[in-house]
T-cell receptor
Framework: AQSVTQPDIHITVSEGASLELRCNYS??????LFWYVQSPGQGLQLLLK??????LVQGIKGFEAEFKRSQSSFNLRKPSVHWSDAAEYFC???????????FGAGTRLFVKA | DGGITQSPKYLFRKEGQNVTLSCEQNLNHDAMYWYRQDPGQGLRLIYYSQIVNDFQKGDIAEGYSVSREKKESFPLTVTSAQKNPTAFYLC?????????????FGQGTRLTVV
């Protein structure tokens, strides 16, 4: 069965520091992978997605993610975090041609000055 | 501007009452979805609809019902049979019949049972 694991419930980084949020998935075939961001009390916004091709994917707000098949990972990165990046981040995996997308439990990012 | 509108933003319900959450989209999307979000559990799929007058149960459909009479609208009813309805509810839509294209989410409705 498909599953998504985000090992870190919360992470705190200093403003200007680099960020990496971890995501591991379990899926038999080539997955469709997503990262979403959610501000408190709001809906989710798509940051980036991977379907095929280049394993390094660029997204909005300066985020990028790298698909590593051998490690079943799709980690999200940002070279320099801004205070406005404080939010909850969800990794998700969808099945090719399917309708269900499985979301991880989320990682809450705190940014300190 | 195109988007998804959920209403109300906050909703209070007495135990034993049914309540309906509204979701409207003007993106001309075929597919619509309802998710429930609880702290530390991510999003869980309640129901989804690929086309008008058709919908399927998701992973946690018990105690919920939906209708899809119009392409733009996908209301969710939380019935008295739902044992633990207090949660944050998110509606989403996507262009195709799969969420494996970009999904657009509403701002959510926070339901509290009092």
């Amino acid at each position: 069965a498909q599953s998504v694991t985000q090992p870190d419930i919360h992470i705190t980084v200093s403003e200007g520091a680099s960020l990496e949020l971890r995501c591991n998935y379990s899926y038999g075939a080539t997955p469709y992978l997503f990262w979403y961001v959610q501000s408190p009390g709001q809906g989710l916004q798509l940051l980036l997605k991977y379907f095929s091709g280049d394993t390094l994917v660029q997204g909005i707000k300066g985020f990028e993610a790298e698909f590593k098949r051998s490690q079943s990972s799709f980690n999200l990165r940002k070279p320099s975090v801004h205070w406005s990046d404080a939010a909850e981040y969800f990794c998700a995996v969808g099945e090719a041609g399917g309708f269900k997308t499985i979301f991880g439990a989320g990682t809450r990012l705190f940014v300190k000055a | 501007d195109g988007g998804i509108t959920q209403s109300p933003k906050y909703l209070f319900r007495k135990e034993g009452q049914n309540v309906t959450l509204s979701c409207e989209q003007n993106l001309n999307h075929d597919a619509m979805y309802w998710y429930r979000q609880d702290p530390g559990q991510g999003l869980r799929l309640i129901y989804y609809s690929q086309i008008v007058n058709d919908f399927q149960k998701g992973d946690i459909a018990e105690g919920y019902s939906v209708s899809r009479e119009k392409k733009e609208s996908f209301p969710l009813t939380v019935t008295s049979a739902q044992k633990n309805p207090t949660a944050f509810y998110l509606c989403a839509s996507s262009i195709g019949s799969s969420l494996n294209t970009e999904a657009f989410f509403g701002q959510g409705t926070r339901l509290t049972v009092v």
